[in-house]
């Protein structure tokens, strides 16, 4: 009983971990840079996360956003 809960408890740990990697954190980049929130997290789901993030910080604010 306590092994199956435990289990459930690491699953659901790794599902929030894997959204919050995949998801909340570039899209959180995107919209503090001025960027496309969809399109930084599409990007992040078709190639990798790490390859998005890395990405938004080498390419920092957006030069056209409208302040």
């Known amino acids: ?8 408890v690491f699953l ?3 599902l929030f971990f894997v ?3 995949y ?5 959180g980049m995107a919209a ?4 496309s929130a969809f399109g930084w997290v ?3 789901i078709l190639f990798s996360p790490i ?3 890395l990405l938004l910080w080498l ?6 956003q409208r302040e």
């Open 1 to 8: 009983m306590v092994d199956t809960l435990l289990l459930i």
């Open 12 to 14: 659901l740990a790794s």
């Open 19 to 21: 959204f919050w990697l």
């Open 23 to 27: 998801i909340l954190l570039p899209a």
């Open 32 to 35: 503090k840079r001025g960027r």
């Open 42 to 44: 599409l990007l992040s």
């Open 51 to 53: 390859l998005a993030c």
């Open 59 to 64: 390419l920092g604010d957006d030069p056209n």
